[in-house]
């Protein structure tokens, strides 16, 4: 079953669909139209963490489909202006093959 676009952003990267989507103000969720791949990043976190990216998909470059889900990792701050910059940047990095996957000790607090 592809992922419900309705209400949801729709967003091209390297000719594959995704959508996204604010849930409840506190994470920016990216899904791809297949499901394999699913994120959330966490947003309004407490100022002296660093980001953590949730990976719930069975894909995600760096980690075998086997692995237990859900994985919390440390990733990149986003700090362009607009949403629809941060999905770029934030895919950019999940899909950069050169990245070093950098475990988080615990799930993002919130402020």
């Not at 889900?69 to 607009?82: F, G, Y």
Request: with cysteine.
């Amino acid at each position: 079953m592809p992922a419900r676009t309705r209400g949801r952003a729709k967003f091209q990267f390297r000719d594959r669909l995704f959508v996204w989507w604010v849930d409840a103000d506190r994470w920016l969720r990216i899904a791809s139209q297949d499901k394999h791949f699913v994120v959330a990043y966490g947003l309004g976190r407490a100022v002296e963490q660093r980001p953590v990216l949730v990976v719930h998909g069975e894909e995600f470059p760096g980690l075998e489909p086997s692995d237990s889900r859900p994985i919390h990792l440390e990733t990149v701050e986003l700090t362009s202006n607009s949403m629809g910059s941060w999905v770029n940047d934030l895919l950019s990095w999940c899909f950069d093959e050169s990245k070093i996957l950098v475990r988080a000790d615990a799930p993002p607090r919130f402020s």
